[in-house]
């Protein structure tokens, strides 16, 4: 035993010791601290951090090659979506990988455990003095100015020369939360206690489209987008919609809701499931109704009539660090041996606040999903060109994760005779490319753009939003009352519904459900199945941002939907 301990002994310090590990090499650093946040103070040393490493995955190309091959119309393999084994195969690391970051963390007495399904995140808390030496970093407390938040950060960090090509990044280090990132995309509502009107007792029986102008209702989308009343067939075709920031949807508002604005929904159709991650919860105590919990739900359950709807509490134990659940959510998903066939989430943040390996991390994990079969829609933001920082900025600031490729953003309409809504967020991204699916329309746009706004964006980022839907005077209930509340926030769930309703015909018919949209909806036939938006624009860093042009444009994407074209576009 004497023998053996001494041998681990040995081998620790010769771990500890070798040049490799000694020899650090900046791996991730910030020029700046961001707009909005100044230095307070140097981190306490005992300070604990939980720290997460991202291990570089075996092949992220192959699972690009895999998501596009599925998704694609006309592919081969188009509807084929992998399994969760088959997806695990191109994420896993290299065992080199895990080898060796191990034995780096082991050499300085840390124990890390996986986090993630396919063995890519690892987590563990160290203090803060520890970690400085460890990434020779300098974490810092910085405090956002605004809303006196604080942060502990370092402006850049170091890995060991040997860990180059098998860690893609440390998290948290460079990446600064965004104080507002985790509120709902959408407005606050515009009304709800100014109108203080009882829902019961004063909502109409039924809009009709004459009101539309005023008042969005489920019958004005229905008659806006020729959405369907009858009732879903399949019990496998399922529609997520996800919960964030201690956001709970109320089930007595949905019910007084329904009764109002779909009374003939009944039974199973006018509720919803829950599932909870990172501690989440669905208290029903009517005080603790959430705006954005019930904007989902009560859009996705009127809409996407009688679809299985399940509300994805996400609580307040992250194991994704400062991604606040983020990250957390997917991972909870991939886990599942059948995720939903659509994922809708109303929250978002600017793109500068998180670094460009995180969000590339991010991105990869939305491909992972898509190409098990999951359309993931997200809200494209409330600022026009300008994120969340209305007037402030000099050049347009993308929203994240809107420019990531593999997932669908949804911008905002607003009118009876559609038009985009000024917040509708919309632009190009600086951290990832333009993907080939949509090189065409983007084109196109550009050309006709001609010098407008130049250089204010990045020409050759992926642009956003890939669609729209109404956004504007949408209503809802509230803790016993009805208003109306506007945002893109809106947008997401209506769209995720018209898609969960595609679903459930294709499977009906022994198809498969949709999966990733975007090669579909920006292909000829799904671009000729919605209704193009041509006027309005997004302004935003003290210009009139983008206008809205035939044809997609960064305000409302490819148009709105059209639900009996979309169905011949699908191909039933």
Not at 58 to 65: C, F
Not at 222 to 231: N, R
Request: charged share 10%.
């Amino acid at each position: 035993m004497r023998t053996g301990f001494l041998l681990l002994a040995a081998f620790v310090t010769a771990v500890a010791g070798s040049p490799a590990f000694r020899d650090l090499l900046v791996h991730e650093q910030r020029d700046a601290i961001p707009d909005g946040f100044v230095k307070a103070a140097a981190a306490p040393a005992d300070n604990v951090l939980n720290l997460r490493i991202a291990l570089t995955q075996s092949d992220p190309a192959g699972l690009e090659k895999a998501l596009f091959d599925v998704s694609t119309p006309g592919s081969a393999l188009y509807g084929q979506h992998l399994t969760k084994e088959e997806v695990e195969v191109f994420v896993a690391p290299a065992p080199e990988s895990v080898t060796l970051v191990q034995e780096w963390l082991s050499a300085n007495n840390i124990t890390a455990k996986t986090i993630s399904p396919a063995g890519d995140w690892l987590q563990f808390s160290i203090p803060t003095s520890k970690a400085n030496t460890l990434l020779n970093a300098d974490f810092t407390v910085f405090t956002h100015s605004q809303t006196g938040k604080q942060f502990t950060r370092t402006l850049s960090y170091s890995i060991p020369a040997a860990l180059k090509g098998h860690v893609d990044l440390v998290h948290p280090t460079i990446t600064f939360d965004n104080p507002f990132a985790h509120l709902p995309v959408v407005s606050t509502p515009k009304d709800l206690t100014a109108t203080k009107r009882e829902a019961e007792s004063t909502i109409e029986s039924r809009a009709v489209p004459s009101s539309c102008g005023t008042v969005v209702t489920p019958a004005c989308l229905q008659a806006f987008y020729g959405i369907p009343t009858t009732l879903a067939t399949q019990s496998s075709n399922t529609l997520g919609v996800s919960g964030f920031i201690d956001q709970f949807a109320n089930q007595a508002d949905l019910t007084l809701f329904l009764k109002s604005r779909r009374p003939d929904l009944t039974g199973a159709a006018t509720t919803f499931a829950l599932q909870t991650l990172d501690g989440g919860s669905n208290p029903q105590t009517p005080s603790e109704a959430g705006v954005e919990a019930n904007l989902d739900t009560q859009m996705t359950v009127s809409i996407a009539s009688g679809v299985p709807t399940t509300f994805i509490s996400v609580g307040n134990n992250f194991q994704d660090g400062a991604l606040e659940g983020f990250l957390d959510i997917i991972n909870f998903l991939l886990a599942e041996t059948n995720p939903p066939h659509v994922l809708t989430t109303s929250y978002g943040q600017n793109e500068n606040t998180i670094s460009s390996a995180l969000a590339n991390q991010l991105c990869n994990a939305y491909a992972q999903l898509g190409a098990r079969g999951t359309s993931i829609l997200f809200a494209s933001g409330d600022g026009g060109v300008s994120g969340s920082q209305s007037g402030r900025c000099t050049t347009f600031l993308p929203t994240f994760p809107s420019g990531c490729p593999f997932m669908t953003s949804v911008g905002a309409t607003t009118g009876t005779t559609e038009t985009a809504a000024t917040f509708s967020g919309g632009g190009f991204s600086n951290f990832f490319a333009q993907p080939s699916y949509q090189a065409s329309a983007v084109s196109s746009y550009l050309t006709a753009l001609g010098s407008t706004n130049s250089g204010k964006f990045n020409k050759t980022g992926r642009g956003f939003p890939d669609v729209s839907a109404q956004g504007e005077n949408v209503e809802i209930v509230v803790d016993g009352t009805a208003g109306t509340v506007a945002g893109t926030s809106c947008s997401s769930p209506i769209f995720a519904s018209v898609i969960s309703l595609l679903n459930d015909r294709l499977i009906a018919a022994g198809k498969s459900p949709l999966g990733f949209l975007n090669p579909f909806l920006y292909s000829a036939a799904g671009a000729a199945a919605l209704n193009d938006i041509t006027t309005g624009d997004n302004p935003g860093c003290n210009t009139n941002g983008f206008p809205a042009k035939a044809g997609w444009d960064p305000v409302t994407g490819l148009g709105t939907p059209n639900f009996a074209k979309l169905l011949t576009a699908v191909g039933l």
